[in-house]
């Protein structure tokens, strides 16, 4: 019998099934204990197994996405964020947004919980299997002229389409140069191109799109025109989460007050 249970081992791991592995003198156990069939001893072998790389995918995917920090739905205050639709959010999370292909553009003022919720629907992006990548729209303006520069667009550009979901956060916060603007634009077409779902966040106004593309009103209008083919379009309009902590603790209360007026017309 140890001959046979030292065989189902090296079997194993020689299958690169190492959970299992581990696991299989504890199911061999239960097993016995509780009179299993086979089929119900390899279903609880290999459960474990599949729970495990399952797991993994999700690190990896996560490690993957370089999200600047974890947030989760779970987390969100809805009651502070009346003006958002809590089971339309809850209806991105089933994730099919991402087989259809469409986008979801997060507008609002900063602090408003834009960047929350784009990153809480990446993590769920994640933990479905697939692949996200996070960035801000002025470092992935960068990064692609870099990219250019370097004479690897092409390459960049691939990588950019391949993931099932791209996240570009703060689009409008700082303005794009020509070439950049153009570059950004690219990206959008090419993920429109082939379905590719993208998650934006913004602090202007769609009328106000042309002062995030250079000044360059067709090109802000051609981008919009993919963007909002396929798309959710979240506007949320409540008041800063930090302005009203700094208002529950700030004595000087005129400074609160024209932080709110700053954002406001932000």
Known sequence: MKVFEE??????????????????????QRAAAEDWSYTEFRGHLLDGELKNRQQVRVEMSLQFARFPYLKRLAEFDFKAQPAVDKSLVEELATGRFLVEGRNIIFLGPPGVGKTH????????????GHRVYFTTAIDLARKLTR????????????????????????????KLEQPEASLVFQTISQRYE????????SNKAFSAWGEVFAGDAVMASAALDRLLHRCTVVDIRGESYRLKEKRSTAK???VVQE???IAANS
């Open 194 to 201: 082939r379905q590719g779902a993208m998650i934006l966040t």
């Open 259 to 261: 932080l709110a007026a």
């Open 147 to 174: 990219a250019m520069n370097e004479n690897r667009l092409s390459r960049e550009m691939k990588n950019l389409t391949r993931p099932k979901l791209l996240i570009v956060d703060e689009v409008g916060y700082l």
């Open 252 to 254: 000087d209360t005129g």
């Open 7 to 28: 065989r189902a081992h090296a079997g194993l791991e020689e299958l690169k099934l190492a959970t299992a592995a581990l696991d299989l003198d504890t199911v061999s």
């Open 117 to 128: 919720l784009a990153i809480a629907l990446g993590v769920v992006t994640a933990e479905l």
